[in-house]
T-cell receptor
Framework: DAGVIQSPRHEVTEMGQEVTLRCKPISGHNSLFWYRQTMMRGLELLIYFNNNVPIDDSGMPEDRFSAKMPNASFSTLKIQPSEPRDSAVYFC???????????????????FGPGTRLTVL | AQTVTQSQPEMSVQEAETVTLSCTYDTSESDYYLFWYKQPPSRQMILVIRQEAYKQQNATENRFSVNFQKAAKSFSLKISDSQLGDAAMYFCAYRRSVTSGSRLTFGEGTQLTVNP
C-alpha cells in the first residue's frame, strides 16, 4: 500500500485566497483525521471522520475552515479565505477503527501522511 | 479534557548512550492508549511505541522501551544505544480507547539531538 497520500506537499498562497488540501486514506481504513502542526500550538486535531461522517469538528478554528469526505477514499480540507496565521503543516491520518482494537485484538494504529506545508503570505 | 505534557523541550545524548524522555498526562479514563511518535526533519510522523493502559507490562520495541506508571500518570521513553538516526522531535500522545477512531492528543514535543 502507498500509505496515506496528501497533496500538495507544499502550498504558498496569498492572503484571501482559497486553499484546498487533499487526502487519500489507506484503502480499507474507515477513520480519517486532519491535524494541524504549528510552533505555537503544536499538533492539534481539527476534525475526524468515521465512515465518511464527521464525528468531532470541535478543533476546526473557525468558519473559514471546512472539511468534507465525499467517499471512503478521499477527503478535503478547505480554507476560505486564507490568512497568514493559517500557515502550518497539515497532516491527514487514517486508521481502521473498531473501538480501538480489531476483532483479532490488534490495535488499529493511525497512519500519518507526509503533511502539507501551507504558507499564507 | 485530556492533556499531555512534555516538560523537556530539548534533550541531547551521546551516540551509543541512553536517554530518557519524560511525559505526563491527565485523564479521568481508566482505559486508554499512550504513544510515542518520532518526527524527523522530513516531518513524517512515525509511531515508535505504544502502551495500552490495561497492560501492566511496559512495552518494548528493540532499543525503545517505556516506563509506564499508571498511578502517577507518567509515560517516559527510554532510548538505548542511541544512534544518529534517532535525532528527531519526539511526541507523546494519548488516545481514549472507548470511542472508535477517537483523537490523539499530543504533548508539546521534545527535540532530541544525538551527538557523534
Amino acid at each position: 500500500d502507498a500509505g496515506v497520500i496528501q497533496s500538495p506537499r507544499h502550498e504558498v498562497t496569498e492572503m484571501g485566497q482559497e486553499v484546498t488540501l487533499r487526502c487519500k486514506p489507506i484503502s480499507g481504513h474507515n477513520s480519517l483525521f486532519w491535524y494541524r502542526q504549528t510552533m505555537m500550538r503544536g499538533l492539534e486535531l481539527l476534525i475526524y471522520f468515521n465512515n465518511n461522517v464527521p464525528i468531532d469538528d470541535s478543533g476546526m478554528p473557525e468558519d473559514r475552515f471546512s472539511a468534507k469526505m465525499p467517499n471512503a477514499s478521499f477527503s478535503t480540507l478547505k480554507i476560505q479565505p486564507s490568512e497568514p496565521r493559517d500557515s502550518a503543516v497539515y497532516f491527514c491520518a487514517s486508521s481502521s477503527s473498531a473501538g480501538g482494537r480489531s476483532t483479532s485484538g490488534v490495535y488499529n494504529e493511525q497512519f500519518f501522511g507526509p503533511g502539507t506545508r501551507l504558507t499564507v503570505l | 479534557a485530556q492533556t499531555v505534557t512534555q516538560s523537556q523541550p530539548e534533550m541531547s545524548v551521546q551516540e551509543a548512550e541512553t536517554v530518557t524522555l519524560s511525559c505526563t498526562y491527565d485523564t479521568s479514563e481508566s482505559d486508554y492508549y499512550l504513544f510515542w511518535y518520532k518526527q524527523p526533519p522530513s516531518r513524517q510522523m512515525i509511531l515508535v511505541i505504544r502502551q495500552e493502559a490495561y497492560k501492566q507490562q511496559n512495552a518494548t520495541e528493540n532499543r525503545f522501551s517505556v516506563n509506564f506508571q499508571k498511578a502517577a500518570k507518567s509515560f517516559s521513553l527510554k532510548i538505548s544505544d542511541s544512534q544518529l538516526g534517532d535525532a528527531a522531535m519526539y511526541f507523546c500522545a494519548y488516545r481514549r480507547s472507548v470511542t472508535s477512531g477517537s483523537r490523539l492528543t499530543f504533548g508539546e514535543g521534545t527535540q532530541l539531538t544525538v551527538n557523534p
